[in-house]
């Protein structure tokens, strides 16, 4: 159940991250929380891209760092609205809604279940951004234990390549690519 506290409070920071990035016309088109992992969708008529991206995990994660409370409480619909809370469209709310807040980031109408802190989520970390749909995307992200895992195999995997190559890390990317060039240099002397 933590595991998924975390994945749902990190839909939430990720929402808002993608609001700061893409625009307020930006709205969740459904998500998936589960405990391994989380599936955000959202409408948007053109992929982030590697950079945005990047700067979507970096506002979430700025987020995570910043340590802060998670505020949760039930307030007349009316309030929490007039508060600027988001609300999924087309779902019907009674008269008494439930809120999750992130002080001066973000403020959900939601009855899902959280973290105490922002910092209890650990890293958040964006795997892949695809399209679903006209006009809908999907991001997909772990965190937490997960994140921290995945963190360690990529900096193993680093690592590995970097003494395979004999270039420092920073460098890997183009060993690799001189190497590619290389190798279509000799398939194309091979063919002649």
Do not use: W
Not at 16 to 21: D, F, K, N, P, Y
Not at 121 to 150: F, K, N
């Amino acid at each position: 159940r933590q595991r998924i506290r975390k994945n749902h409070t990190g839909t939430h920071l990720l929402h808002a991250a993608l609001r700061q990035v893409l625009g307020e016309g930006t709205q969740q088109a459904g998500s998936l929380v589960a405990p391994d992992r989380l599936r955000f969708d959202f409408t948007s008529q053109s992929p982030l891209g590697d950079a945005g991206i990047d700067e979507v995990m970096r506002i979430a994660n700025r987020e995570v760092l910043a340590n802060k409370p998670v505020a949760i409480a039930e307030e007349p619909y009316s309030d929490a609205v007039a508060r600027g809370a988001m609300a999924l469209f087309g779902e019907k709310y009674g008269d008494v809604v439930r809120t999750v807040e992130v002080e001066g980031y973000s403020l959900e109408l939601c009855g899902g279940t959280h973290v105490a802190r922002t910092g209890d989520i650990g890293p958040i970390i964006i795997l892949s951004e695809s399209s679903i749909g006209s006009g809908v995307r999907r991001i997909e992200a772990i965190t937490g234990e997960t994140a921290l895992d995945y963190i360690g195999r990529a900096h193993r995997q680093l690592q590995g390549l970097s003494r395979d190559l004999r270039v420092p890390v920073d460098e890997v990317s183009a060993a690799v690519g001189n190497l590619q060039a290389t190798l279509r240099e000799r398939e194309r002397e091979i063919e002649r």
